[in-house]
């Protein structure tokens, strides 16, 4: 079943922050983060494995409230270059396979 | 070096005809996959390999068929392509499948248009 993703879009200008959301109607057993640029394929940004857990990546970080079934992204002080589409994917205990969310278009204008 | 490569990066065919999309990776990894992303950007998982076996097999229709000759490598073959199977195809790898199912990493994308 397919992470459902909001918004559906953002802009902003730089230096502004940002949060993208993900749920899933199921129980998770981790949450991965992508992006992706235009034209090009995605690149990871973080995975998260246990219920409340928040990771970091510069200024780039996320949270997983496993009992809530749901992650945040949260991107502050924007810079131009973390313009790109963000997608989640989800993953349910036990299962094979990573299934990706609708993406979050993110536009950061100077 | 690139890490997962895909040949060709551009298709362009007519309806009926057959094709084929090449993957390999340098990585080591053990499983491989093939996601296909439309036009509205949705990354839907097609197949997945683990060290060969074919572990993932997601409702794809049977006009698409993945061989792994070896690890390192995941092929997608499809024939009497349609119009909806225009997209962008993306070869992937991770260390790990599975339920601890680690970081993808993507191929460039192999953009197919069916005319």
Redesign the interface.
């Known amino acids: 079943q397919q992470p459902v993703q909001s918004p559906q879009a953002v802009i902003l200008r730089e230096g502004e922050d940002a949060v993208i959301n993900c749920s899933s109607s199921k129980a998770l057993y981790s949450v991965h983060w992508y992006r992706q640029k235009h034209g090009e394929a995605p690149v990871f940004l973080m995975i998260l494995l246990k219920g409340g857990e928040q990771k970091g990546h510069e200024k780039i970080s996320a949270s997983f409230n496993e009992k809530k079934q749901q992650s945040s992204l949260y991107l502050t002080a924007s810079q131009l270059s973390y313009s790109g589409t963000y997608f989640c994917g989800t993953q349910k205990g036990g299962a094979q396979k990573l299934v990706f969310g609708q993406g979050t278009r993110l536009t950061i204008n100077p | 070096d690139t890490a997962v490569s895909q040949t060709p990066k551009y298709l362009v065919t007519q309806m009926g005809n057959d094709k084929s999309i090449k993957c390999e990776q340098n990585l080591g990894h053990d499983t491989m996959y093939w996601y296909k992303q439309d036009s ?6 097609m197949f ?1 390999y683990n060290n060969k076996e074919l ?2 097999n ?1 409702t794809v229709p049977n006009r698409f068929s993945p061989k792994s000759p070896d690890k390192a490598h995941l092929n997608l073959h499809i024939n009497s392509l349609e119009l909806g199977d225009s997209a962008v195809y ?1 070869c992937a790898s991770s260390r790990l ?3 601890n ?9 192999s953009r197919l248009t069916v005319l």
């Open positions: 509205k950007k949705f990354l839907k998982i997945s572990i993932i997601e993306f499948g599975g339920a199912t680690g970081e993808l990493f993507f191929g460039e994308g």
